[in-house]
């Protein structure tokens, strides 16, 4: 590893500190060099707040050194007024010679913007550097950048051989989890803006959607109810968090925000294209076998995780398909008595 990979590696962990905070903004961090020793270190924590260069520099004790100091970013530093002030003109007016920057800032606001300033003002700048692993890093930010909708990740657990649930007109649902993998579904939902799920789903199961048995912001809930016969005293419609509902009517709900989708062709890019302009970035499905197939068959995903117990049920709800399971696959993770297989969208 060379030392501007180390110091990027160091961005990378620092900027992982704004998993819960930076959103919608992407995480980035930001480290300052004088003499081979780092002598400022910064990341995004929240959305609005200053950005990991501003807090990196500030850091720094003597702001003398950074006239022959580099400062490393994992994202390109912004050319643009938001809520604060554009990174690469700070950057400049400190003086610091030279810029190495993990990836490209693929927001049109930014976008090679940010490295033509601070090039034009006279800093070595530097590029590429652990590129790869600096976008997986802000994975949701590029796709709803680059792809105009949320980063989807699809989650469901099924037995060993392959159902999801008992067929059932009521009662609860068999439960496959297990206390740890509750847990990490729990962490999962507070990494994600948005959580979705089906009418069968809401009706049988009647979920709250909520983070429990993690730290972290709540996620908007999204559920199907194309006529808008789901009771509303469903954990749904609770009020305790938002919740938007896909329906055909043109109807207004307590408690629930309604998207009025066409029904007559398929609501889900209808709805990606909601969320986009919602900015929402991250999306996690939740939901029964018939929406989860709706995703994986429209190509609507980019991760799922698939948790398998055990126990075998003998017969039931069959678990969605993967249209090509060995080609997608990632890694698997033993959790106890389960375990996780992890796909990516090929």
Same mark, same amino acid.
């Given at each position: 590893m060379t030392n501007d990979e180390k110091y990027m590696m160091r961005c990378i962990q @620092?900027?992982?500190?704004?998993? =819960?905070?930076?959103?919608p903004n992407p995480m980035v961090g930001a480290?300052? +060099?004088? #003499?081979?020793?780092?002598i400022g270190e910064g990341y995004h924590a929240r959305c609005g707040e200053a950005h990991a260069e501003v807090n990196a520099i500030a850091s720094v004790k003597d702001e003398s050194l950074l006239k022959r100091s580099t400062i490393y970013v994992s994202l390109e530093p912004c050319a643009h007024w938001g809520k604060t002030p554009p990174c690469a003109n700070l950057i400049v007016s400190k003086g610091i010679p030279k810029v190495v920057i993990g990836c490209k800032d693929p927001f049109s606001k930014v976008s090679g913007k940010g490295i033509e300033i601070l090039r034009n003002a006279g800093c070595e700048v530097v590029t590429g550097v652990l590129e790869k /692993?600096?976008?997986e890093l802000n994975k949701t930010f590029f796709t709803m950048q680059l792809k105009h909708r949320p980063f989807i990740t699809l989650k469901w657990a099924e037995s060993a051989d392959g159902y999801m649930d008992m067929v059932r007109e009521g009662g609860e649902p068999v439960k496959l989890s297990s206390p740890l993998t509750q847990?990490?579904?729990?962490? %999962?939902?507070?990494?994600?803006?948005?959580?979705? +799920?089906? &009418?069968? &789903?809401? =009706? @049988?199961d009647?979920?709250?959607?909520? +983070? %429990?048995?993690?730290?972290?912001?709540?996620? @908007? %809930?999204? +559920?199907i109810d194309r006529d808008l016969k789901l009771p509303r005293h469903l954990k749904l419609f609770d009020g305790s968090q938002p919740t938007l509902v896909v329906t055909e009517k043109d109807? &207004? =709900? *307590?408690?629930?925000?309604c998207? %009025?989708? #066409?029904f007559s062709k398929s609501i889900l890019p209808q709805l990606m294209e909601e969320l986009c302009h919602r900015n929402i970035q991250s999306l996690l499905v939740e939901g029964g076998s018939k929406l989860l197939q709706s995703f994986l068959? /429209?190509?609507?995903? *980019?991760e799922a995780y698939v948790e398998h117990c055990p126990w075998v049920l003998g017969g039931g709800i069959m678990s969605p398909s993967l249209i090509n399971p060995k080609k997608s696959f990632k890694k698997r993770q033993i959790m106890g008595r389960n375990y996780h297989i992890y796909y990516n969208f090929v």
């Open positions: @620092l900027a992982q500190n704004g998993q =819960l905070g930076a959103a480290v300052v +060099v004088c #003499d081979g020793r780092i /692993e600096c976008m847990m990490i579904s729990h962490k %999962r939902r507070a990494e994600h803006q948005a959580i979705m +799920v089906g &009418t069968r &789903t809401a =009706l @049988l009647n979920p709250s959607l909520n +983070v %429990r048995q993690w730290v972290g912001s709540q996620p @908007l %809930r999204i +559920v109807e &207004t =709900l *307590d408690n629930a925000e998207f %009025r989708a #066409d068959s /429209e190509g609507l995903w *980019d």
